[in-house]
């Protein structure tokens, strides 16, 4: 058999995130796969957690945003780690559980089962980042 060009290799749609198979207690012992975010969900959580405030008509300066409350912040925090949620829980066949379409759905449940898996899923980036300064 001969072994996969490296071109294939790299053009998978997986190849470029490091990953791992989860049992979720609270989901009836489910087998899941976190992966990385994409760039896209960071993105997106970007503008989330840091929205650019709307650009003032010419000529007139631009407003300050409104203080948060702490209720209002901790709500942005939780609708940005969603988004990030979406992109990272995938079935075992490596296929997205959720849509970006999903939000609204994900947010009304989202809870600490979800906000674990998503720290898991950030680690990955972390492990990486420490096999580099070794």
């Known amino acids: 058999m001969s072994k996969p060009s490296l071109k294939a290799l790299a053009l998978a749609p997986m190849a470029g995130f490091r990953k791992k198979e989860v049992i979720v ?3 009836d012992n489910a087998k899941v796969i976190i992966r990385e975010p ?3 969900a960071w993105i997106r ?3 989330i957690a840091s929205p650019e405030p709307p650009k003032p008509p010419e000529g007139q300066e631009p407003q300050e945003a409104p203080e948060l409350t702490p209720s209002e912040r901790a709500f942005r925090t939780m609708r940005a780690d969603v988004t990030l949620f979406i992109d990272i829980l995938l079935d075992t066949d490596l296929q997205p559980v ?3 379409d999903d939000t609204e759905q994900v947010e009304a449940i989202y809870g600490p089962v979800h906000s674990r898996l ?3 899923a950030l680690d990955l980036i972390r492990d990486a980042d420490d096999a580099k300064a070794k």
């Open 45 to 47: 959580w970007q503008g």
């Open 38 to 40: 994409s760039a896209e």
């Open 98 to 100: 959720f849509t970006v």
């Open 118 to 120: 998503l720290k898991q």
């Open 25 to 27: 207690p609270e989901w």
